[in-house]
């Protein structure tokens, strides 16, 4: 969608320049998805009238258990901790529209063009919930040139989007492990079962671990770990491009380049959807 906007003269002779309301939201599309997914295997384990049979907690100290001390030894305790964090966003995350964020730099750099980049500082305030754009701007209005604004920006960009990469690395080798571990359970199982064949009693306990390890490991890698992966990389992917507008934008207003130029650089990144018409 195309925007034109003529408001920051308006903003300008306010004194104020507020940054576009972030809007903080459940995902709706995670949560609906996977509530469906679960609820119709439940639904599928009560209609077969035996939902007690599908619980065991061996099992599920053999795959939950081990899944996640698998993928703790292949990273660390501070990598777990990190991804939890991360994987919150999947379900509450804050998202930016990219046109609102475009047009928004736009009036910044066409206010420090014609007033200045220290006459920025009035409006700072202003851009605390912009993170990336915030800083940089901190940086052109300290006297830091276009270049150094830009390697630093670059910088920070490139180690959100490594964080964010490493969770989603962590999810998608849970997804491996998960029913890599149901088939140890299933082989527990199988060799508890042939090591008591004379005692009956033993079998029907040993199969259950058998088949519920299978089980649980193919819930918890394609209902939990994938689907959770997916979300993260499309909302990385999201984040991504909204501070690469912000990284080119800070660049462009520290080297006091046309504004003009700089909403033909946002819109060779913008979606097809999200370009702007600012200056049409």
Not at 21 to 43: C, E, P, R
């Amino acid at each position: 969608m195309a925007l034109n906007s003529n408001s920051s003269a308006r903003a300008a002779h306010q004194g104020s320049l507020q940054a576009p309301h972030a809007k903080a939201s459940v995902d709706i599309a995670t949560l609906a998805g996977l509530s469906i997914a679960f609820l119709l295997v439940i639904a599928a384990i009560i209609l077969g009238g035996s939902p007690d049979a599908f619980f065991d907690i061996k099992a599920v100290f053999i795959v939950i258990g081990g899944t996640f001390g698998v993928v703790t030894a292949c990273f660390s305790f501070r990598d777990m901790s990190s991804a939890f964090k991360t994987v919150a966003q999947a379900v509450f995350r804050t998202a930016r529209d990219p046109s609102e964020a475009a047009v928004h730099v736009l009036q910044i750099a066409e206010i420090a063009r014609r007033q200045g980049v220290l006459a920025m500082q009035q409006y700072l305030p202003g851009l605390t919930s912009t993170g990336m754009f915030y800083r940089g701007i901190s940086m052109a209005i300290d006297g830091a040139p276009g270049e150094e604004i830009e390697r630093i920006m670059r910088r920070e960009l490139r180690s959100a989007s490594q964080r964010n990469t490493q969770t989603v690395s962590m999810l998608r080798k849970a997804a491996d492990i998960a029913p890599a571990m149901g088939l140890i359970g299933t082989l527990v199982g199988l060799v508890q079962m042939l090591g008591n064949l004379e005692d009956p009693s033993t079998i029907g306990p040993s199969m259950a671990i058998a088949l519920l390890t299978t089980f649980y490991g193919a819930i918890l890698a394609n209902m939990v770990f994938t689907p959770l992966a997916s979300k993260l990389e499309r909302n990385s992917a999201e984040e991504t491009l909204i501070n690469t507008l912000y990284v080119m934008s800070a660049t462009s207003i520290g080297r006091q380049e046309n504004p003009r130029r700089l909403e033909m650089l946002l819109n060779t990144v913008l979606p097809p959807n999200h370009k702007i018409d600012y200056f049409g």
